[in-house]
């Protein structure tokens, strides 16, 4: 019988969780810091006796034979939880080495020692500061008639003191284990969490070869990556404790009378670190899911976590010592240990700047154009897209693009025209792939999460152009929820087919951010309602042939208790469109005025005066939406071929930005991920939507910003750039990045949100 290794997981958290509980954590970390070797062996004992060492042991070596995804659910209890205790040396990294090695008597008995917690084992492998991977190899192995001894030095090893022996890379290349004793000389490398750490000076100390050559080498690199996930996921328990311990303090803490918490800059700052914890999870998560698939090499995949988790922890724990003040900086308060622990771990086997760049350079060529060898025949639009492979799905998206995008709107600088696009989105409808979120049954594409990103990668790609999508993105999804069974047969196939183009009507002069102070009123009447009142900052109201409105009908309630949800014909006598100019000298917005205008009572959506909660799913899609990788990843691919043309990645800070784009944008795509499955399963998206907007508009706008810069002084003119197979203007995605932080509800009213609606802190 198979099982889950979700449940599997949760089973060994809930298990990490009661044993450490037991443990002492912060108080018993004290203790030990200053002892030698700063852990107990019968602690090492009962951790052995509880399975952590042998989850990742195959079964056929007396192990659990489990996988990382057990693994790291304990690794992060134990960052919440202060282990002092090496477990991600001797009970990861040492464990992994020895599993990945072919089975020899020294071998399986050094396994089932580890496994047992008899011997407590170190891997000894670097010679040079700062290496990822075994570039140096000065150790050497001599033989003495069947005799073997290793001389030489070994640096930042773990454990040092306490360890019962290594696994010692030696010239050859081979790994050989190594007794403590006489002939390993121990220089202390005190941390600063306490643990342990040594140089090791090996003089003719006595050694048994268990593997070598390239063998050897791969065995160490997929146990060194292995320990980079565990230190990936302590780290994410590190910082999801600091965290918690923050934001408790924020709303017990008094100070002039009421909560620190109710302080708006200290909200949006927690704000932020609950975005980073947030971002961070979604990482390591799609790690995992990824690790499972074989979708990516564990270089990658561990360079990613480790730098993502490591920069999360290092930034949770100081801002938690900001946020309790003198007390934080003391030595009685927990907050301390916490810091400490995230230095050693961001520090050992790599620190966040060398993995951001390890992964950098790992990642496959982008994609410029495609070839025609990229294209396939078009599978029909009953395709079952969750069994085709993404290659195959890819290949026909690129395929549809060349023959039926318009060429001259590739990466167009502006938000096009009904007029402009109308073909392309007839085609797409033709192919039923206008909707590709949707469910079938209303005429969507249904695309699991992979697949709708991968759609999203292939239109950003070849530079398809936003279509007038009111109507798609939130309109259809607030119609398929909230809807009648008669509004969705009316008004959905409408949208699908092209004939009603939908603008949204939300806007007012003085109810922008704070939507709920609208005006404009909807009076019964008979079997209309009269609409008077005023809409602003309507995006393409001009090109449109619908608009969805919200509207008062009971101005004696509380704001959001008295407003209504309308659909209306801009033919509808009484409504005037005037376009806004925006900053780049587009007609992007429109003014409406509505004067008598009388719209039916069917086209109510919901129940009257019930508009509010359709009024937040609609913005829940909306900033799904806006949150999505589509315009971030469509930058970034900007951004290369500028920095190609400009010769800018022979530069080396340029390098370093580029690979914290690079993650954001793979850690963004994670997290999006979450959400898109939220809408696949019909649930209602949590108010932590917004968390995405911020962080996807933000990255987008820094990406914007750094293709203005590197265009030099191109940048500060409105001249397309040839950039090979097209032409793109420098500014245009700032132009459109900077309104992105704004409308939806601007970043400043999503922090709100999130303080007090997620995080609930004090108004």
């Not at 396994?111 to 011997?119: I, N, P, S, V, Y």
């Not at 995008?405 to 696009?421: D, F, K, Q, S, T």
């Not at 911020?694 to 265009?711: G, H, L, M, P, Q």
Request: net charge negative; hydrophobic share 45%.
């Amino acid at each position: 019988m198979q099982t889950d290794p979700a449940s599997t997981a949760d089973a060994f958290r809930d298990s990490a969780k009661s044993f450490l509980a037991d443990m002492g954590g912060p108080a018993r970390v004290r203790r030990l810091r200053d002892a030698t070797p700063g852990f107990e062996r019968s602690v090492w004992s009962a951790i052995a006796d509880a399975g952590w060492t042998s989850i990742l042991v195959p079964e056929s070596d007396g192990g659990l034979g489990l996988g990382v995804r057990e693994l790291l659910s304990v690794v992060e209890e134990v960052g919440r939880r202060l282990l002092p205790e090496p477990f991600v040396a001797a009970g990861v990294h040492s464990v992994a080495l020895l599993s990945a090695l072919a089975g020899s008597a020294p071998r399986d008995a050094l396994l089932a020692d580890a496994m047992a917690g008899r011997r407590v084992i170190g891997v000894a492998w670097q010679e040079e500061s700062g290496a990822l991977h075994a570039s140096r190899l000065e150790t050497c192995v001599e033989a003495t008639g069947d005799e073997l001894y290793v001389t030489g030095e070994k640096k930042w090893v773990v454990p040092g003191a306490g360890a019962d022996g290594w696994l010692v890379l030696a010239n050859g290349p081979q790994i050989c284990w190594v007794e403590a004793g006489p002939a390993v000389e121990q220089d202390s490398l005190p941390r600063v969490d306490g643990s342990s750490m040594a140089n090791l000076r090996f003089t003719r100390a006595k050694a048994l070869t268990l593997a070598e050559g390239d063998t050897a080498l791969a065995a160490l690199e997929r146990a060194n990556d292995t320990a980079r996930l565990a230190q990936a996921a302590e780290l994410l328990g590190i910082a999801r404790q600091s965290y918690d311990m923050t934001l408790a303090y924020l709303k017990t803490r008094v100070q002039f009378g009421k909560p620190i918490g109710a302080n708006q800059a200290l909200q949006h700052r927690m704000v932020d670190a609950y975005i980073a914890v947030e971002i961070a999870a979604a990482c390591l998560r799609d790690v995992l899911a990824q690790h499972e698939r074989g979708a990516q090499p564990l270089a990658a995949l561990a360079s990613r976590a480790k730098a993502r988790c490591a920069d999360v922890a290092l930034q949770l724990t100081r801002l938690a010592i900001q946020f309790h003040g003198a007390i934080g900086f003391t030595d009685e308060f927990d907050i301390g240990l916490y810091w400490k622990r995230a230095v050693h771990l961001a520090s050992w086997l790599g620190g966040p700047a060398a993995h951001r760049a390890r992964f950098l350079r790992l990642q496959p060529d982008a994609r410029e154009t495609s070839s025609e060898q990229d294209l396939a025949p078009v599978p029909p639009s009953d395709t079952d897209w969750a069994e085709l492979s993404e290659a195959a799905f890819r290949r026909a998206v690129r395929s549809f693009l060349h023959a039926h995008y318009p060429a001259h709107l590739r990466h167009a600088p502006r938000r096009v025209h009904w007029h402009e696009i109308k073909d392309w989105y007839l085609a797409l409808s033709r192919q039923g792939w206008i909707a590709p979120a949707w469910p079938r049954e209303h005429g969507g594409m249904a695309l699991p999460p992979d697949r709708m990103l991968a759609f999203i990668e292939e239109f950003e790609d070849f530079g398809a152009a936003r279509m007038p999508d009111q109507g798609l993105i939130n309109l259809g999804p607030v119609l398929i929820q909230h809807g009648t069974p008669e509004q969705q047969l009316h008004w959905l196939p409408k949208i699908i087919s092209g004939e009603h183009i939908w603008c949204q009507g939300y806007s007012e002069p003085n109810a922008g951010s704070d939507l709920a102070s609208l005006r404009t009123e909807a009076v019964p009447d008979g079997d209309d309602f009269i609409v008077n009142g005023q809409k602003i900052w309507t995006t393409l109201a001009q090109d449109a042939t619908h608009i969805f409105l919200l509207v008062r009908t009971d101005k004696t309630v509380k704001k959001q208790a008295g407003i209504s949800f309308l659909l209306a014909d801009l033919k509808t006598p009484g409504i005037t469109v005037r376009p806004i100019r925006n900053i780049a000298g587009e007609d992007e917005f429109c003014e409406v005025f509505l004067d008598n205008v009388r719209v039916p009572r069917a086209n109510l959506v919901g129940r009257l005066n019930e508009g509010w909660s359709i009024a937040k799913a609609l913005l829940g899609f909306e900033r799904l939406f806006v949150g999505s990788p589509k315009t971030v990843h469509h930058a970034l691919g900007l951004l290369r071929r500028f920095a190609r043309r400009e010769g800018m990645f022979a530069d080396a800070a340029f390098t370093a930005e580029m690979a914290v784009l690079e993650l954001d944008l793979a850690d963004l795509l994670a997290a999006y991920a979450v959400f898109a499955d939220i809408v696949k399963r019909g649930d209602a998206l949590p108010p932590s939507v917004s968390l995405l907007k911020i962080f996807a508009t933000e990255t987008y706008t820094r990406i914007a910003a750094k293709i203005v810069d590197v265009a030099a002084e191109h940048g500060g003119t409105r001249l397309e750039l040839d950039l090979g197979d097209t032409a793109v203007e420098p500014l245009a995605p700032l132009f459109t990045a900077t309104i992105t932080t704004i409308y939806g509800g601007s970043n400043e009213i999503q922090r709100n949100i999130l303080a007090r609606q997620v995080l609930d802190l004090p108004n």
